[in-house]
């Protein structure tokens, strides 16, 4: 069936000359909202590829609290002495808290004078002239003062420091605090931070919590890092899931994410074995998504952990209450009064209001192939236990389980929630679907959900090329998104939208990646400590695009040629937008680069009405082609003119191959210059 379908593929791409004539009727089509919300783009966040230490949580310095696991030892990486100062890690009998057990000692050695340490942050730091906010504590007797520095790792030349008076006595741990201005800023991101004392007064000092933060995004304190996070408000996102992916089941049962050690100061959060080959932080805590959330306006699908890991361990039947106790205790926390039990803690930590929760997840992807009694047990007990007690505290949740009703593209692996694989949903549950593909598969799937039950698209990317699989996760993912890909991604979105009265939201994964330590090259937005590499993928642009144009329900439409191909289109009203009217298309034609001539006639609409045609095409051709964030090329060539209904209500342009547009009626946002049309 696959290998027909790629030949009617390939089929389509040969008619690519003929023009397409598409009529949209006035009313009709699926009113999107049935579950709570209008259809909206958003992305799903976990901490891989150093996307949330090291990448959208704004913290310079590299292991700052000495954290560790069972699966990553503590140590003194990312430090340097200075003036031959000894570093080691010591386990006090008072250390800073019970969350931090371990600091690192700075003793004189054979140095004198000033000594101490510098910190390489992660791959480097950005300097600039602006407030950089700082803390450590130190425990040891010490009447002198501390100097804080950012300084070149490679001339030594100083930016900026401070002086920071010591509190510093014997036997206690307390904290510094200053805020740091450079004089200069600095032309590459090769850069430390430093902190020295006087050895002559001090000969040896403990350190723990080192923390540097530049300005944030909202200015929140233990906030995000501005250019990352601007660049995913600009796609005009709906939606943040999170906590995401394998992050959210943890290595093992007894090292998942626990929302309770990310809560309040610093120092009470132990950090957390991360799944992706590194310790993280727990900087980015519950609070943190939350005012993310807050901050860009976006709508929370909450992932609550339901008891499997990422080796297949899964819990009990009679062990699981506990853990279905602890996932109403997270709701609570997000959205219950001031006056709940995990409410009032929400208010003590500065937000007495609730947050706003309609969707809730159960779990992640627990049908993988490769845990089959996880799924045994999420469909005969795990997922219904959950599902019970949520519904029953709080019925207006939106239910998520965390499979799709099949996933052609895992061909052999037990998937969705399937009443002929044992497991029958109540009706007002959505599944969620996770497609990895390469751009052909995306397109196969255009209809996909057209005769199915209601899901979230929870994860999706084209990630490998045409003609790589299979197997298919042999190393073959593509080095960034491309333009083929994001086309590819084009067509599915739009086939995801058409069916917006059972899909609530399409989301992007994973979003972040540092292109110093990755695991998963295809993301949204590529980063390294320069901000001035942060470069936003071809597939951005085109998210970005269908979601500052948004559809409040869809239109039925008819076309001259009755089939999809190599056109693809949905069309749809906007109520929220005067009943702007919204056609959105994209031409995938891999074989024959003819243009495809397009009319588009809403039912309705006057001749010589204006409306925007926004166009994505590929400015250097190759389809292959992306992004780069070393070179700063960016492929996407964006046009936007004016078009003119004809006399027959029709609005007809042009698509080149391999191109993406939305056509928009909106009279706010029409753009000034030549009409066409």
């Not at 200015?219 to 939606?239: S, T």
């Not at 190599?566 to 034609?589: F, I, S």
Request: charged share 15%; aromatic share 12%.
């Amino acid at each position: 069936m696959v290998f027909f379908k790629k030949a009617l593929v390939a089929a389509t791409c040969v008619t690519s000359a003929l023009a397409v004539d598409v009529a949209v009727q006035s009313s009709g089509g699926n009113v999107t909202g049935k579950f709570g919300h209008s259809y909206g783009y958003g992305f799903l966040h976990e901490d891989i590829n150093n996307s949330g230490d090291g990448g959208i949580y704004a913290e310079l310095i590299q292991n700052r609290a000495f954290q560790f696991s069972k699966e990553y030892n503590v140590s003194t990486d990312h430090y340097w002495p200075i003036n031959n100062a000894a570093l080691n890690i010591k386990f006090l009998n008072e250390p800073l808290s019970k969350a931090l057990p371990a600091s690192m000692h700075v003793a004189a050695g054979n140095g004198s004078g000033e000594v101490g340490f510098k910190n390489d942050g992660y791959w480097g730091m950005d300097v600039q002239v602006q407030t950089y906010t700082g803390s450590f504590w130190v425990k040891g007797a010490y009447n002198g003062s501390f100097t804080a520095t950012l300084a070149s790792n490679l001339t030594g030349d100083v930016f900026g420091s401070i002086e920071v008076p010591s509190q510093s006595v014997a036997d206690v741990w307390t904290e510094h605090t200053f805020e740091l201005v450079p004089n200069m800023a600095a032309s590459n991101s090769n850069n430390t931070f430093a902190i020295t004392f006087d050895s002559a007064v001090a000969s040896a000092l403990d350190f723990n919590l080192i923390s540097l933060f530049p300005p944030t995004y909202k200015n929140r304190k233990n906030g995000l890092r501005v250019d990352i996070a601007q660049a995913l408000a600009d796609m005009n996102p709906h939606f943040l899931r999170f906590p995401g992916g394998n992050m959210l089941e943890g290595l093992t049962n007894d090292t998942r994410w626990d929302w309770k050690n990310t809560l309040g100061p610093l120092k009470e959060r132990p950090g957390f074995q991360g799944v992706w080959n590194y310790q993280q932080t727990n900087g980015l805590g519950i609070m943190e998504y939350l005012e993310w959330a807050e901050d860009m306006d976006l709508q929370i699908v909450l992932g609550v952990w339901a008891g499997l890991a990422l080796d297949g361990n899964f819990t009990l039947q009679e062990d699981l209450p506990p853990f279905i106790e602890d996932a109403l205790a997270e709701i609570e926390f997000i959205s219950g009064p001031a006056n709940s039990t995990w409410g009032a803690r929400r208010a003590a930590l500065g937000h007495p209001e609730p947050f706003e929760l309609n969707y809730v997840e159960v779990g992640n992807e627990d049908w993988l192939s490769g845990y089959p009694g996880g799924w045994d047990s999420y469909r005969a007990y795990r997922f219904p236990m959950f599902y019970n007690a949520i519904k029953k505290a709080y019925p207006h949740i939106q239910i998520i389980a965390s499979s799709s009703t099949s996933d052609p593209a895992d061909e052999g692996a037990t998937t969705g929630p399937n009443p002929k694989e044992g497991i029958i949903l109540p009706e007002d549950v959505l599944g969620d679907y996770h497609p990895y593909r390469e751009p052909n598969e995306l397109v196969e799937e255009f209809d996909r959900f057209d005769n199915d039950i209601g899901h979230i698209i929870g994860e999706v990317a084209a990630t490998h090329v045409n003609g790589a699989t299979p197997p298919r996760w042999n190393g073959s993912l593509y080095k960034y998104p491309w333009w083929i890909g994001a086309v590819g991604e084009a067509v599915s979105l739009i086939g995801y939208e058409r069916n917006s009265d059972r899909i609530p939201g399409t989301f992007y994964a994973p979003v972040l990646k540092n292109n110093n330590r990755f695991q998963w090259p295809i993301t949204l937005i590529q980063f390294d400590a320069d901000p001035k590499r942060t470069t936003k993928a071809v597939t951005w642009y085109c998210w970005s695009l269908f979601a500052h144009h948004p559809i409040s329900h869809t239109l039925p439409t008819t076309s001259s040629n009755s089939s999809y191909g190599p056109l693809y289109w949905g069309a749809g009203k906007d109520e929220a937008r005067n009943g702007a009217l919204v056609w959105k298309g994209a031409v995938y034609n891999t074989t024959n680069g003819d243009n495809v001539p397009v009319s588009v006639h809403f039912e309705g609409v006057a001749p010589g009405t204006l409306a925007n045609l926004t166009l994505l095409t590929n400015s250097v051709g190759d389809p292959y082609m992306y992004n780069d964030p070393f070179t700063g090329i960016n492929i996407v060539h964006t046009n936007t003119t004016l078009v003119a209904a004809g006399s027959d209500g029709a609005f007809k342009f042009s698509l080149p191959s391999l191109s993406v547009a939305v056509l928009d009626t909106d009279p706010a946002g029409l753009s000034s210059g030549n009409v066409i049309g």
